[in-house]
T-cell receptor, first 116, second 114 residues
Framework: NAGVTQTPKFRVLKTGQSMTLLCAQD?????MYWYRQDPGMGLRLIHY???????AKGEVPDGYNVSRLKKQNFLLGLESAAPSQTSVYFC???????????????FGPGTRLLVL | GQQLNQSPQSMFIQEGEDVSMNCTSS?????WLWYKQDPGEGPVLLIA?????ELTSNGRLTAQFGITRKDSFLNISASIPSDVGIYFC??????????????FGAGTILRVKS
């Protein structure tokens, strides 16, 4: 199993450009999450999803949109990038359909985004 | 909203020493998780705690879920150079609308002097 994978690994954007970050998991997890990590602030939840076709706002959702069209994929979109969105973005998933701890989240390797 | 206070913010210790870090919250948590993040990587789960008072070990790592449900600590015994990284605590509160949202501490940066 590859676990949680993220693409791209690194991206530079100009202010106002748009992009989509892709997260994929092969663990048959029901729940998926997008976080951003900034120095000294830990991980902050942007959006999350409890199942295919459902999404919800997290702690810092402004400026981002998400979609969960397939159970294994969770997309994070930036419609008009701003320098304040320079960060490292992590995707995570949890809660296997076969049962188990819902709370245990598994993380991808991250996407480093620089907005100029 | 719920917040976690993680301390210390950073540590610089001698190889072979024991390390201790902790997280406290003003709210009650039902689950405590400890993650480690290596440079350039995503967080990796070290230990999960599900019951107040629970003490769990994973090799040289030991973590405890505080009796009050408002704190947790992580101990690393006999530190080695590969222990370098950032350690995060995370907690899940009692009331969840749905999903399993975690609250993360700001992290403890561990540096080991070889």
């Amino acid at each position: 199993n590859a676990g949680v994978t993220q693409t791209p690994k690194f991206r530079v954007l100009k202010t106002g450009q748009s992009m989509t970050l892709l997260c994929a998991q092969d663990m048959n997890h029901e729940y998926m999450y997008w976080y951003r990590q900034d120095p000294g602030m830990g991980l902050r939840l942007i959006h999350y999803s409890v199942g295919e076709g459902t999404t919800a706002k997290g702690e810092v959702p402004d400026g981002y949109n998400v979609s969960r069209l397939k159970k294994q994929n969770f997309l994070l979109g930036l419609e008009s990038a701003a320098p304040s969105q320079t960060s490292v973005y992590f995707c995570a998933s949890s809660y296997p359909s076969s049962g188990g701890a819902k709370e245990t989240q598994y993380f991808g390797p991250g996407t480093r985004l620089l907005v100029l | 909203g719920q917040q976690l206070n993680q301390s210390p913010q950073s540590m610089f210790i001698q190889e072979g020493e024991d390390v201790s870090m902790n997280c406290t919250s003003s709210s009650i948590f039902n689950t405590w998780l400890w993650y480690k993040q290596d440079p350039g990587e995503g967080p990796v789960l070290l230990i999960a705690l599900y019951k107040a008072g629970e003490l769990t070990s994973n090799g040289r790592l030991t973590a405890q879920f505080g009796i009050t449900r408002k704190d947790s600590f992580l101990n690393i015994s006999a530190s080695i150079p590969s222990d370098v990284g950032i350690y995060f605590c995370a907690g899940q509160g009692r009331r969840m609308e749905y999903g399993n949202k975690l609250v993360f501490g700001a992290g403890t940066i561990l540096r080991v002097k070889s």
